[in-house]
């Protein structure tokens, strides 16, 4: 196997549930040890969700959702709410070049996560704390909350609507995810200064700010002409016809947009030039833009009479853009994931065979990343608490015995 | 004896040669951290997101854009066009130059140029180039034209937008707000560069990075597909058959968002409607209850939260350890007290659009903050750029009136 980006950067990891997960597993597919600290005083509920339980038999080692995001880790237990477990924990911390932590801020104070605590450790580390808003500034700072409450809070999802509708929420747990590589980008360009200047420092994540980041042109438009709540719908400033359209079956979408008069004409050619697609007021981008509403209804007709996956294909030869709108079923199936090679295959000694997402970047010279089974519960406590920490066996069994490890 | 960097990579060079969003925001990305970064734009009229709405004042001009002018921060301009032999020999020598080259064209396009990776890899070995597409540099779909709508719509996260679906005919799936495939895409681009740039450091060799902003978006569907392949439950939009789905609720004067899967956020809740005698059944009192009668729960809970404005909902919830949250518009987050207190805007001064906020970062830092300057005119950089390059005053006039820059 060839050399993996990250080998000698090691993370001690106290996150859990989605975003801090999804930043430590690029970490770690790169090639960082990444030590996951979990405890059953609080377990990462990735592993107990009965939605992602396989075969719905219970088991902590057994949750497709927990694997989907842990897979390449190292996984100890410790119990971080009483002082053993914190000294522990602060062992751990001065081994490693970073920490990553994504409790509320109450919580991190309460278990010794806060900045302050973690550089007095160590003082060249590079913390990393994802939270909803950030754990600076006003009462917000202190809120429980996950995910899609980040969208809420800055306008995404009043922004997500039909046009003239109530907000709506963008499928799953977006800012989860978005914020994930730009921590990571972030976090190395961090190291990168301390293995420069030797000097630490803390990244305080806000999801809502990373989502602000990436609603460039609402934010734009208030800051520089004062306009307040624009729900677009699928229509674009730039692309008419811009939307999904139904296709034959049941909830079955094809997304289509045309950013010029030749896809405009390849996308006629295809229809076989009905009689309203040739209307004066649809010639260019100008008019379709202004009559998009009509444009949308006249191509839903005849989408509808077609099989989403083998229509996209046919718009796409005909060179207009075009994609199915693909439900999980299609999206496991899809020919060109499995051609790019997206997924993966385990074959786990508690759930046997299994597919799991891979990473959706590729490098040519680092062509295999470390895609190590997820770990159970506790899985290294051995080789992590006696090899790096210097325990003795007969240290961790006591440690266990009194749910220090635990 | 030089003083201590203050950002974390103005030792790095970044060629540009990318337009609209992906690429422009993974290059804006490392102009924040203090690189270097050229970004190359067409002679005839620059990167097309200047023709792009919103404008400053309204009025279109390729000064003004929003996105152009955010996307760009802290990058210098230069007009070229690399189809031209003179101008591919600009390319070569600012490529054989540079840490890392970002660019976000169709596969196949840069190596039709004779700018392909094995060509620049040749020039400079140290070379990170950074592909972003919207399928990827191989598999069925690689010539498939990609926009923001057709990456995002066709990832299970697309299907899923928005969630909670009442009436699967009427209710099409949307789009994310902000380009969020594209954004995605410049995100896992970024982080991906500095993976081979830790690489680079240790073996001495550049890369090449293939990052398509579908797979970006089709990896934030992870808990959508797990079902499927652990319980053999294929995903559903539909709120009928939805597991614990949420959305925005309204309220007396505007929405929240809450959301009472643990048991404990379900008290919570309660208390914070004034524990109601309806709520008090025991047939809501776990998970698999409220997830059951949810269609008798939801309107119940939907018709107490009307009762309540959105400041008391937020604060009386959160101090009884409930997870709720106010839903705001754009101008109501962009004025909010908490977001002030943090900078999250930064006040930039351009010569043609005027003064006014911007986003300031991604994420927050203390010792090596992201910094913003503004973006560059059309071609501000040429004569700097091209003299460094040893281009004479006479040279640069010829490549001007040959079109090249």
């Known amino acids: 196997m060839s050399r993996l980006p990250l080998e000698g950067i090691r993370v001690a990891d106290f996150s859990w549930i989605i975003n801090g997960p999804q930043i430590a597993q690029w970490l770690a597919t790169m090639g960082a040890e990444v030590i996951k600290v979990e405890s059953n005083v609080y377990i990462d509920i990735g592993r107990t969700n009965p939605a992602g339980m396989a075969d719905r038999i219970p088991g902590p080692n057994r949750n497709g959702y927990f694997h989907a995001l842990n897979y390449g880790k190292k996984a100890i237990n410790l119990n971080l709410s009483i002082p053993r477990g914190r000294d522990l924990a602060y062992d751990l911390i001065r081994k490693s070049d970073f920490v990553l932590e994504c409790f509320p801020a109450p919580a991190a104070k309460k278990l010794g996560l806060t900045w302050d605590d973690v550089r007095a450790v160590k003082s060249d580390i590079v913390m990393i704390s994802v939270s909803l808003l950030g754990k600076t500034g006003l009462d917000p700072a202190n809120w429980v909350g996950w995910g899609p409450m980040a969208c809420c809070f800055v306008g995404m999802y009043d922004a997500q609507g039909y046009p003239g509708g109530p907000p709506r929420q963008t499928g799953g747990t977006w800012p989860d995810y978005a914020i994930a590589t730009s921590v990571v980008f972030h976090a190395l360009a961090a190291l990168r200064h301390r293995n420069r200047t030797g000097e630490g420092q803390w990244i305080d994540a806000s999801m809502g700010e990373t989502v602000i980041g990436q609603m460039h042109e609402w934010y734009m438009d208030y800051f520089m002409n004062g306009h307040d709540r624009r729900q677009l719908g699928n229509r674009d400033a730039a692309m008419a016809p811009h939307n999904t359209y139904p296709c034959a079956g049941y909830d079955k979408w094809i997304a289509i947009a045309v950013a010029n008069d030749s896809e405009w004409t390849a996308l006629k050619n295809l229809m076989g030039n009905p009689t309203w697609a040739g209307d004066a007021r649809f010639a260019d981008q100008f008019g379709r833009l202004t009559h998009a509403d009509e444009i949308d209804r006249h191509l839903a007709e005849w989408t509808r009479g077609f099989e989403h996956i083998e229509l996209a294909n046919r718009l796409q030869a005909a060179g207009v853009a075009a994609g199915p709108v693909l439900d999980s079923v299609e999206l496991h199936d899809d020919p060109h994931l499995k051609e790019w090679g997206y997924f993966w295959k385990m074959n786990h000694h508690e759930v046997g065979e299994r597919i799991l997402p891979g990473m959706p970047v590729k490098m040519r010279n680092v062509p295999q990343l470390n895609y190590s089974y997820p770990p159970d519960v506790g899985q290294h406590n051995r080789e992590i608490f006696g090899g790096l920490l210097g325990l003795s066996d007969a240290e961790i069994t006591s440690l266990m015995e009194e749910k220090v490890i635990y | 004896m030089s003083a201590r960097p203050t950002q974390a990579l103005d030792d790095l060079k970044v060629l540009e040669f990318a337009e609209m969003l992906s690429g422009p925001m993974c290059g804006k990305m490392f102009a924040g951290m203090g690189a270097q970064v050229i970004k190359i734009e067409s002679p005839n009229g620059g990167d097309p997101i200047r023709r792009h709405p919103p404008f400053a004042g309204g009025e279109p001009h390729p000064e003004k854009s929003g996105s152009y002018l955010y996307l760009n921060t802290g990058k210098h301009s230069l007009t070229l066009n690399p189809t031209t032999p003179s101008g591919a020999e600009i390319f070569r020598r600012l490529a054989a130059d540079a840490d890392i080259l970002i660019e976000n064209h169709p596969p196949g396009l840069m190596a039709s140029l004779g700018l392909g990776y094995d060509a620049l890899n040749a020039l400079n070995p140290r070379l990170i180039m950074v592909s972003i597409s919207a399928f990827g540099q191989a598999g069925p779909y690689r010539d498939w034209k990609g926009a923001d709508l057709i990456e995002f719509a066709m990832s299970l996260t697309g299907y899923n937008t928005p969630t909670m679906v009442a009436d699967v005919e009427r209710e099409n799936p949307l789009r994310a707000p902000g380009h969020a495939a594209e954004m995605m895409g410049a995100a896992n681009a970024a982080a991906a560069a500095m993976f081979a740039l830790f690489n680079r450091d240790a073996t001495g060799r550049g890369d090449w990075l293939d990052v398509p902003c579908w797979q970006a978006?089709?990896?934030?569907?992870?808990?959508?597909?797990?079902?499927?392949?652990?319980?053999?439950?294929?995903?559903?939009?539909?709120?009928?058959?939805?597991?614990?789905?949420?959305?925005?609720?309204?309220?007396?004067?505007?929405?929240?968002?809450?959301?009472?899967?643990?048991?404990?956020?379900?008290?919570?809740?309660?208390k914070l409607l004034g524990d109601p005698p309806e709520l008090d059944s025991e047939l809501f009192n776990d998970l698999a209850g409220r997830h059951q009668y949810d269609d008798a729960l939801r309107p119940m809970i939907r018709e107490h939260l009307l009762k309540y404005d959105t400041d008391y909902l937020v604060r009386e919830g959160q101090r009884l350890g409930l997870t709720i949250g106010p839903v705001y518009t754009v101008g109501q987050a962009a004025n909010h007290p908490h977001l002030r207190a943090r900078d999250a805007f930064v006040t930039i001064d351009h010569p043609i659009a005027g003064r006014f906020e911007y986003p300031r970062a991604l994420v927050q830092m203390t010792g090596t903050p992201v910094s913003s300057s503004r973006a560059p005119l059309l071609g501000e950089h040429n004569g700097a750029i091209l003299a460094r390059l040893g281009y004479s005053l006479e040279d640069q006039q010829a490549l001007r009136a040959a079109g090249v820059i």
């Not at chain 2, 959508?224 to 789905?245: C, D, Q, W």
């Open chain 2, 217 to 270: 978006v089709v990896n934030t569907a992870k808990l959508e597909m797990a079902p499927l392949t652990y319980l053999r439950s294929p995903f559903s939009r539909e709120r009928a058959k939805s597991s614990g789905g949420m959305e925005p609720l309204p309220c007396k004067d505007g929405y929240v968002y809450t959301l009472w899967a643990a048991d404990a956020h379900w008290v919570a809740l309660k």
